[in-house]
């Protein structure tokens, strides 16, 4: 198989014209895409893929569903123009994607806490799938604002039933579940239980504080980190944190190296200058 000098397979840094199969809405701001395409069906939970809305942008996206069979799924919260025009799209209508990109979610045994806040629950999604056929005991957090912006929770309820996973939700407004925030959850779970692993990705700075339990429980945590990405291949910059670039050493990055970039992590981020701005 020929690469590029970048290291992949040159097949998945072309783009790829799908057409998109379904479109459901998951909340008043939230839409799953899904299409067919055969290298998509190879990602690992946690990769990311590039979207081009063709006319418009690309963007990346991390993959919500992943199916042997090419069936992929993409779960996008309309936050600026790109995602807008992909939110206009119909049925029928297509985009291009190129990758997978990144490095995923490495699974683990034994007793595993998923941490999923916003937009996070989907990117876990995969991974929690993946989980359910090895033989672990795992347990859900899952964090939004409301009870309507709450993702997937029809989805791990039908796999929490088949398995006997445990589901913890919280909503801040208390609407749903507990009142508060995802980390009160996260908190007094390890207050009572020990857990194998953690895996987080949502808000940063919600995923700072899942990191800061990890640490004084002495828990390893891999966490999905989100940057503005032009190129997806270690070239730009743009999604730079620390000495790592996201795109090629991330997204999932394990307890040891978020230890190596407490300076930015949960407190900084980058614009589409380049410019290092607070969160």
Same mark, same amino acid.
């Given at each position: 198989?020929?690469?590029?000098?970048?290291?992949?397979?040159?097949?998945?840094?072309?783009?790829?014209?799908?057409?998109?199969?379904?479109?459901?809405?998951?909340?008043?701001?939230?839409?799953?895409?899904? &299409?067919? +395409?055969?290298?998509?069906?190879?990602?690992?939970?946690?990769?990311?893929?590039?979207?081009?809305?063709?006319?418009?942008?690309?963007?990346?996206?991390?993959?919500?569903?992943?199916?042997?069979?090419?069936?992929?799924?993409?779960?996008? *919260?309309?936050?600026?123009?790109?995602?807008?025009?992909?939110?206009?799209? %119909?049925?029928? +209508? &297509?985009? $291009?994607?190129?990758?997978?990109?990144?490095?995923?979610?490495?699974?683990?045994?034994?007793?595993?806490?998923?941490? $999923?806040?916003?937009?996070?629950?989907?990117?876990?999604?995969? #991974? *929690?799938?993946?989980?359910?056929? %090895? +033989?672990?005991?795992?347990?859900?957090?899952?964090?939004?604002?409301?009870?309507?912006?709450?993702?997937?929770?029809?989805?791990?309820?039908?796999?929490?039933?088949?398995?006997?996973?445990?589901? *913890?939700?919280?909503?801040?407004?208390?609407?749903?579940?507990?009142?508060?925030?995802?980390?009160?959850?996260?908190?007094?779970?390890?207050?009572?239980?020990?857990?194998?692993?953690?895996?987080?990705? $949502?808000?940063?700075?919600?995923?700072?504080?899942? &990191? %800061?339990?990890?640490? #004084?429980?002495?828990?390893?945590? %891999?966490?999905?980190?989100?940057?503005?990405?032009?190129?997806?291949?270690?070239?730009?910059?743009?999604?730079?944190?620390?000495?790592?670039?996201?795109?090629?050493?991330?997204?999932?990055?394990?307890?040891?190296?978020?230890?190596?970039?407490?300076?930015? &992590?949960?407190?900084?981020?980058?614009?589409?200058?380049?410019?290092?701005?607070?969160?």
């Amino acid at each position: 198989m020929w690469k590029s000098s970048l290291g992949h397979p040159i097949s998945i840094n072309r783009n790829r014209i799908v057409r998109l199969e379904r479109i459901h809405i998951e909340t008043p701001s939230i839409k799953s895409f899904s &299409f067919h +395409d055969s290298l998509c069906a190879t990602a690992k939970p946690g990769q990311f893929i590039m979207v081009w809305v063709i006319g418009t942008d690309e963007v990346p996206m991390s993959l919500s569903t992943i199916q042997p069979n090419g069936y992929s799924e993409i779960t996008v *919260a309309k936050v600026g123009e790109a995602t807008a025009a992909l939110h206009q799209k %119909q049925v029928g +209508d &297509f985009i $291009g994607v190129r990758g997978p990109y990144g490095n995923g979610f490495t699974p683990s045994e034994g007793k595993l806490l998923l941490v $999923g806040g916003g937009t996070g629950i989907a990117v876990l999604w995969p #991974l *929690a799938a993946t989980l359910a056929r %090895q +033989d672990v005991s795992m347990t859900f957090v899952l964090g939004a604002k409301t009870r309507d912006e709450l993702l997937f929770l029809d989805r791990v309820q039908s796999l929490s039933s088949k398995h006997n996973y445990t589901i *913890a939700v919280t909503t801040e407004d208390g609407s749903l579940g507990s009142k508060g925030v995802a980390t009160d959850k996260v908190e007094n779970l390890l207050e009572r239980s020990h857990f194998d692993m953690i895996y987080t990705c $949502g808000p940063e700075s919600m995923m700072r504080r899942v &990191f %800061q339990l990890a640490e #004084l429980y002495n828990i390893p945590l %891999q966490a999905s980190l989100e940057r503005i990405m032009k190129c997806g291949l270690g070239i730009c910059g743009s999604c730079c944190v620390g000495k790592y670039r996201v795109c090629k050493d991330g997204p999932v990055f394990s307890s040891k190296q978020l230890k190596e970039i407490l300076d930015e &992590f949960g407190l900084f981020k980058r614009d589409f200058s380049g410019k290092k701005i607070s969160y």
